[in-house]
Structure formats: C-alpha cells, structure tokens
C-alpha cells in the first residue's frame, strides 16, 4: 500500500511587478496620450490599405517618445492584420545597397513571422521562407561590387512590386517602420531614393507605407519643410504630454503594478516632470520602487531627491558634460535665469556678439540641451536640468 500525504496548500507570494521602464518602450497596453498623431496614422493606414500610401515621419527630442509611439502604431497595424517591417538602422549601413538588402531582409523575416501568427495566411510562408533576397536583388552569383548602383535600385522596386503582387490577395498594407531614421541622411541620396521608389509603387496602387521615426534634425538638410521630401514624409513634431496624459501616464501603470498615487500627488508630479515621456517615465519607476502601497505628498517629497538623482545619472550628467565649455556658459545663464533668453540677451549676459553665439546655441539644440521657444528665444529643454545645473555650478564654484 501506498502511504497517504495530506497536501498542504502552498500561499504564494506574488511580487508586484514594476511596469515603468525608463530608456524602454512602453507597452501598447500602458500607452497614452499622441491622440492626434494616431488619428492621422490610422488616417494614412486606410489610405495605404485602398492603395494610396501617404507616409509618415515622427521628430522629436530625446526621450520625447518617439519609439514607444512607432510601437503603438506598429500595434494598431497588426491589429488590421497588416505586415509591419520595423527596423532600427544603425552607422553599419553606409550604402544604398547595404540598406535595400537589409530592407529586403527584414521584410523576408517579418513576412514569415507574419505567415505564422496569422495562420489563415499560411500559404505565404512557403514564399518568404524560400525568397532569396541576394538572387533577387543582384542576380545570381553576381556580386553587390559588380552591380551598377542604378541596377541594384531598379531591381529593388521591383522586388518590392512582385512581393506585392503576390501577397496583396492577403495581406491588407506592408508597413515599413524605421527608427534612427536619422541614420538615412548618412548614407548618401537614401531619402530622395525612398521617395522615388515609393512614388513609383504608388503610381501602381501598391499598399507599401513608410513610417520613419528620427531627432528634430533629420531634415536637418533640407532647407525648407514644404520641399517635395518633407512632402512626401509628412513630419509632426512631438510635444510634451498634456497635464491629463501624464497623470494617466502615471496612475495606469502604478495601478497595474499595485500602487495607489492620489490626485494630489499625480497633479505634482505631472508638474514636475512637465510631460516629458522619459522623465514621467523615471519618476514612476522610482516611486513604485520605493514606495508601499500608497503614495502620498508626503511620501512623493521624500523620493523627489532620488528622482532627481536618477535623472542626473542617466540623463543630465551625459547632457552637461558633452557640452562644450563654452556651451556650458550657454547652459549656465539660462539655468540661473530660470526663463527663456534672446540672441540679445545671451550676448549681454556673456559679453560676446551675437553672431559669435549662433553656432553654440545650434549644437546645444542639435543636442537636445536647449530648445528655440520662438525665433531667436530659447531655453533649457527642461526645468530640472536648470536644477542640476544650478547645483552642479554650485559645487564647483570654489574650485574655479
């Protein structure tokens, strides 16, 4: 005989998972806010889907928010049952070959991918499974040094039609997404060649849509914004979330991860952080880090510091310290000024001419550190970068 146990119940412990992440994407499931830029997304996905494409380009600063709102849409896409290609360039790619073999590529994978989890469209698999992008691309036993560039781009649209042609029966739009877009204008004549190739596949009511994704500066070459490119890119620039969204932004992950913040606090911290996407996204963290299972004013000033602190070690300190010494100096008047300046009002504050200033007051832009309020006024990107630099200043001076 086998002898009986009792089986004791076992009590488990679930630990509350914090579902901030600072530097990460944010999960559709948290996402909020950009309602404007969706509602015209979905506005150009349908275009896409009754075959005429328009396409879009998404700016912004650092930690704005960029790449969680390219997933948000890459989300919405798929929930249409679209192929969506997302891909994230890096400074490897320097040629216009390099780049349409890896857009290929990645188009190959994404269409297996997509042949599995939609099953219905199983039949695909067979065809990007047995795709050949180099044959396809340049020929066999051909090699990409002995290809005519014009060759190689020609065969690329191409490429793309018969892709289309065979799959457009089930797949609804193949939506390209790339992030670092600004990577593009490192590589010589890609932007005005994507234009042309999906101008071309437009003509021919091709469901191929391109979302690019970059800093303020990727059109930094263009001199005008209504010029045929930008055009055809159709950029919006980010702002910062409204009050609403960052309190949302806040409370629905905290609540998910079991922390209770009231109102008072949410309306705080909103202020705080001034709706930066990075910043709500590091004061969250820290708090459901930290924090028990209500957050209170009290509770939330006693964590500021360590808010602060964090933001210095992963955000400020790699800002401040990239700067120029004489950028510094920009930095430094506007951080004790606490209030944006003009060209005007940098030179008397510096006691140097305007026009020596242009090209610093440019890079600190170009850097994210300072942004132009209206033309010839700017200030820091941030409030608590003034703190951190007021701080920092400090703690220097006796030294200097």
Known sequence: MFKKFKVLKKTVIHMAVNLFRPGSIVDPEYFV?????????????KNAKEGNPHNLTILGERGIGKTSLVRYLAHLSKEEKCLVVRIELDPSIKTIDELLKHLLNELKQSGIAYSVIEKTRAKLKGFFDKYDVSVSLFGAGVSVQKTEKAEVKTQFRYRLKEIWDKVKGDVPAIIFMIDEAEQLEAIEGALHYLRNALLRLSEEHCGYMLVLSGKLTLFKEMKELHSPL???LNPIKLPPLSNEETKEALRKPAAASGINISKEVLEEMAKDSEGHPYIVQMMGFVVCEEAKKNVTGEVYRALRPQIIEQLELHLFEDMYNSASEEEKKILRVLAIAKKPLSLTEFASHLKKEPSYLGTYLTR?????CIRKVKRGSYELFHSLFGEYIRTTDASEAPSR
């Open 230 to 232: 930008a055009r055809f």
């Open 33 to 45: 806010g950009r309602n404007n830029e969706i509602e015209r997304f979905k506005s150009y996905l």
């Open 364 to 368: 600190l832009g170009n850097s994210h």
